[in-house]
Nanobody
Framework: QVQLVESGGGLVQAGGSLRLSCAAS????????MGWFRQAPGKEREFVAT????????RYADSVKGRFTISRDNAKNTVYLQMNSVNPDDTAVYYC?????????????????WGQGTQVTVSS
């Protein structure tokens, strides 16, 4: 079993930056794809970014491409999401997820483990 805990959320002004962290415990996730998803109020959860276990492959949602960067430190069993040039549309609860099959999928159903989420609020 894998436990995921997100941190780093908070209030940030539009145009600013924020770095989210996702610490995994229970077992190593170095062979798992790790993804970030978000859910805004009244909306469905949506894909943000994902990275393969080795870190060699990434995928991003079009809405964040060029602004957000996913990275991981397998020695620390931790995944990050660097968020730059944020705007109010980025306001959401951000969730970290792990996929045992290492598919770098954009689909929620392909992920096996989820964190509880961290709130990101972008003020205009």
């Amino acid at each position: 079993q894998v436990q995921l805990v997100e941190s780093g959320g908070g209030l940030v002004q539009a145009g600013g930056s924020l770095r989210l962290s996702c610490a995994a415990s229970g077992r190593t996730v170095s062979r798992y794809a790790m993804g970030w998803f978000r859910q805004a109020p009244g909306k469905e959860r949506e894909f943000v970014a994902t990275m393969s276990g080795s870190g060699g492959l990434t995928r991003y949602a079009d809405s964040v491409k060029g602004r957000f960067t996913i990275s991981r430190d397998n020695a620390k069993n931790t995944v990050y999401l660097q968020m730059n040039s944020v705007n109010p549309d980025d306001t959401a609860v951000y969730y970290c997820a792990a996929d045992r099959a290492n598919f770098i999928s954009t689909f929620i159903g392909d992920y096996d483990y989820w964190g509880q989420g961290t709130q990101v609020t972008v003020s205009s």
